[in-house]
């Protein structure tokens, strides 16, 4: 099930191993546009680009599903995220996403991460 998409660049721009944590970004392109966060929150499992050309997110729905990809079933309360059509994918128990009009360099809006801005 298509959660969300974007055709913009997407960077990973930090993982807190603290809270397993994964967030990743699009800069702004131009004055007027968004910047766009992705956050994964206790991720268990990650097979991932560091750059990716666009970002497309689906939650993985069925067993078949996961099978048919060589993806591990996780344990409750986790779930498969899959990025760009199988590209990639992340087990963890939540995705959310925010777009404001900070630069890419602004502190994050899902609250600080040690060492990144």
Same mark, same amino acid.
């Given at each position: 099930?298509?959660?969300?998409? =974007? @055709?913009?660049?997407?960077?990973? =721009?930090?993982?807190?191993?603290? $809270? #397993?944590?994964? %967030?990743? !970004?699009?800069?702004? !392109?131009? +004055? #007027?546009?968004? !910047?766009?966060?992705? %956050?994964? #929150?206790?991720?268990?499992?990650?097979?991932?680009?560091? +750059?990716?050309?666009?970002?497309?997110?689906?939650?993985? +729905?069925?067993?078949?599903? %996961?099978? *048919?990809? *060589?993806?591990?079933?996780?344990?409750?309360?986790?779930?498969?995220?899959?990025?760009? #059509?199988?590209?990639? $994918?992340?087990?963890?128990?939540?995705? +959310? =996403?925010?777009? @404001? !009009?900070? =630069?890419?360099?602004?502190?994050? $809006?899902?609250?600080?991460?040690?060492?990144?801005?």
């Amino acid at each position: 099930m298509r959660l969300v998409e =974007w @055709d913009r660049e997407f960077r990973v =721009w930090a993982y807190g191993v603290g $809270y #397993s944590r994964l %967030l990743i !970004r699009s800069a702004p !392109r131009f +004055d #007027s546009d968004e !910047r766009i966060e992705v %956050l994964f #929150s206790n991720v268990k499992h990650m097979n991932i680009s560091a +750059d990716m050309p666009h970002l497309e997110i689906d939650r993985a +729905d069925s067993k078949e599903e %996961l099978k *048919g990809a *060589g993806i591990p079933e996780p344990s409750s309360p986790h779930t498969v995220f899959i990025l760009n #059509s199988g590209a990639g $994918y992340v087990i963890a128990t939540q995705c +959310d =996403w925010h777009a @404001d !009009r900070e =630069w890419i360099d602004a502190p994050s $809006y899902f609250a600080p991460f040690r060492g990144v801005k």
